[in-house]
Nanobody, 125 residues
Framework: QVKLVESGGGLVQTGGSLRLSCVAS????????MGWFRQAPGKEHEFVAA???????YYRASVKGRFAISRDDAKKMVWLQMNSLKPEDTANYYC???????????????????WGQGTQVTVSS
């Protein structure tokens, strides 16, 4: 059974940094685009970043230049380095996997077939 497990969330002050990790098991990891989504209380899931198997990367506009996604296929891991954090980045962050590789399709939640349980990120002002 495929499992994605996130870690690295926590409480940080505005301007601080966090690095989220996601490790996959029972997944042909190198075949997948890996993405990060987030959900704040009372809000919809929103796309944050994705990295394809060819290491093309996509970001939502509000995190571009502050967040960086990376992957290691041998370790079956994906990371999200988050710098210059803002209170509006506060959310539960989810790791997910999809076969889609396009700049639009890889940002769409409905195209992701495997999901982790999430890790909470709280940015205090």
């Amino acid at each position: 059974q495929v499992k994605l497990v996130e870690s690295g969330g926590g409480l940080v002050q505005t301007g601080g940094s966090l690095r989220l990790s996601c490790v996959a098991s029972a997944l042909a990891f190198s075949n997948f685009t890996m993405g990060w989504f987030r959900q704040a209380p009372g809000k919809e899931h929103e796309f944050v970043a994705a990295i394809t198997r060819d290491k093309n990367t996509y970001y939502r506009a509000s995190v571009k230049g502050r967040f960086a996604i990376s992957r290691d296929d041998a370790k079956k891991m994906v990371w999200l380095q988050m710098n210059s954090l803002k209170p509006e980045d506060t959310a539960n962050y989810y790791c997910a996997a999809t076969y889609y590789i396009g700049s639009i399709s890889a940002t769409q939640q409905e195209n992701y077939i495997h999901w982790g349980q999430g890790t909470q990120v709280t940015v205090s002002s």
